[in-house]
């Protein structure tokens, strides 16, 4: 089986699944792998056995379902919402209730002091601009870090751990599949994000002269 890359973006993964796995890569899976009388298309896993669903008259009238006016979720969408690393962070701190903004507003307070001390080159606009996002990923980074903390035999209450651990039926067997939590990426994605950010600010002095 091949996965190489052609000139024909359309057909790119013609021959394999290539729907987004949790890694962010192609599933490399044949194309309608476990799927009845099927060799094209998603797999199994990725929605290959599935005709859509049978009752649509939930949708009538939804402005927000994919393809109709307006299109995309809901303004300010909490649905599914976990850790929300992997978020707008403008977004992120619209949803935070009056505490957690309150909260990230004092964090802003005592940055700004710094990074109007030791970089005064940058334009008022963008510091206070990277000062809210800075800010508002410190808490989304908490977050992601609750989210992971502990292990599958030994997680802290309330963290569901470095891994995932799921019960998938194929052909009638069980078996249990392992993933990574994806929140350690996000939280990953967030720290360098940071860090970005605190060398443009110089809001680490100490360590960046």
């Known amino acids: 089986m091949s996965t190489e890359k052609s000139g024909d973006t359309d057909r790119r993964y013609s021959n394999i699944c290539g729907a987004t796995n949790n890694r962010g890569d192609p599933c490399g899976l044949p194309a309608g792998w476990g799927t009845p009388g099927s060799q094209k298309g998603r797999c199994r896993f990725h929605g290959g056995c599935s005709d859509g669903p049978k009752d649509t008259e939930h949708?009538?009238?939804?402005?927000?379902?994919?393809?109709?006016?307006?299109?995309?979720?809901?303004?300010?969408?909490?649905?599914?919402?976990?850790?929300g690393g992997f978020g707008d962070w403008e977004k992120a701190y619209a949803r935070f209730d009056a505490e957690t903004q309150e909260y990230v507003d004092r964090l802003r307070n005592c940055m700004r002091e710094t990074a109007e001390e030791h970089a005064p080159g940058v334009p008022e606009e963008r510091r206070e601009e990277l000062i809210k996002e800075r800010a508002t990923l410190s808490i989304l980074w908490r977050r992601t870090f609750a989210d992971t903390l502990g292990t599958p035999k030994e997680p802290v209450e309330g963290a569901r751990g470095l891994v995932f651990r799921e019960n998938v039926e194929i052909d009638g067997d069980t078996y249990i599949v392992e993933k990574a939590n994806p929140a350690f990426d996000a939280g990953h994605a967030i720290s360098m994000r940071k860090r970005e950010i605190a060398k443009e600010l110089s809001l680490l002095p100490g360590f960046q002269s």
């Open 59 to 83: 949708l009538a009238g939804n402005d927000f379902a994919e393809g109709n006016p307006g299109g995309g979720a809901p303004e300010l969408n909490t649905n599914a919402s976990v850790h």
